[in-house]
Nanobody
Framework: QVHLVESGGGSVQAGGSLNLSCEAS?????IGWFRQAPGKEREGVAT????????AYADSVKGRFTISQDTANNRVNLRMDGLSPEDTATYFC?????????????????????WGQGTQVTVSE
């Protein structure tokens, strides 16, 4: 089982930046970031393969968000720049089952078995 803990959420004004961090208890093949806004379905934001560093982003965040990993501390970080009110949501990190081969880069929820509790990001005008 993989235990995930997110941190770094908060409130910022439009155009601002936030850094989210996800600490994993083990070393899954990839870590993904998802978000869910009130009244909307959860959507994939970014993902990264732990071994290769290969990453993928949703079109809505390309060029603004950067996913990276801190291997020494078993963390995956999400740097968010150029935030807009449309980015307001609860952000979750997720991981597949350890040892599972899943299409992480497709950013589909079904590939991820373990989820953190979420961290709130609020962007005001």
């Amino acid at each position: 089982q993989v235990h995930l803990v997110e941190s770094g959420g908060g409130s910022v004004q439009a155009g601002g930046s936030l850094n989210l961090s996800c600490e994993a208890s083990t070393n899954p093949a990839c870590i993904g970031w998802f978000r869910q806004a009130p009244g909307k379905e959860r959507e994939g934001v970014a993902t990264i393969y732990r071994r290769s560093g290969l990453s993928a982003y949703a079109d809505s965040v390309k060029g603004r968000f950067t996913i990276s990993q801190d291997t020494a501390n078993n963390r995956v970080n999400l740097r968010m720049d150029g935030l807009s009110p449309e980015d307001t949501a609860t952000y979750f990190c997720a991981a597949p089952r350890v040892g599972a081969t899943v299409p992480c880069l497709e950013l589909k929820e079904t590939a991820f078995a373990y989820w953190g509790q979420g961290t709130q990001v609020t962007v005001s005008e």
